[in-house]
Nanobody, 126 residues
Framework: QVQLVESGGGLVQAGGSLRLSCAASGRAFNSYAMGWFRQAPGKEREFVAAISWSGGSTSYADSVKGRFTISRNNAKNTVYLQMDSLKPEDAAVYYC???????????????????WGQGTQVTVSS
């Protein structure tokens, strides 16, 4: 059984930074694309960032491009989301996700992910 555990969320002032981590267990982590999504109260879950299995390709939502960086360390079975210049509108529960088909490219559609973490809360004060 695949398990994804997020950490690193918290309260930060606008303009500040946070680094989220997602630790994976249960299978060969380095064979699968990973992504980060977020969901704010009353809103749909939305794509934030994605990374290919090798880490060679990444994709970002326009709203976070230039401020967030996704990366992965396959030796540690962990994917990261570095969030800089945070804005109040970035506040949400952040989820990491993993696909299971071994696709070569990044994946931005939530429907293509098979495994999800429990989420970590990010709060940004203005």
């Amino acid at each position: 059984q695949v398990q994804l555990v997020e950490s690193g969320g918290g309260l930060v002032q606008a303009g500040g930074s946070l680094r989220l981590s997602c630790a994976a267990s249960g299978r060969a982590f380095n064979s699968y694309a990973m992504g980060w999504f977020r969901q704010a109260p009353g809103k749909e879950r939305e794509f934030v960032a994605a990374i290919s299995w090798s880490g060679g390709s990444t994709s970002y939502a326009d709203s976070v491009k230039g401020r967030f960086t996704i990366s992965r360390n396959n030796a540690k079975n962990t994917v990261y989301l570095q969030m800089d210049s945070l804005k109040p509108e970035d506040a949400a529960v952040y989820y990491c996700a993993s696909e299971s088909a071994g696709r070569l490219s990044v994946i931005t559609d939530a429907k293509d992910y098979n495994y999800w973490g429990q989420g970590t809360q990010v709060t940004v004060s203005s």
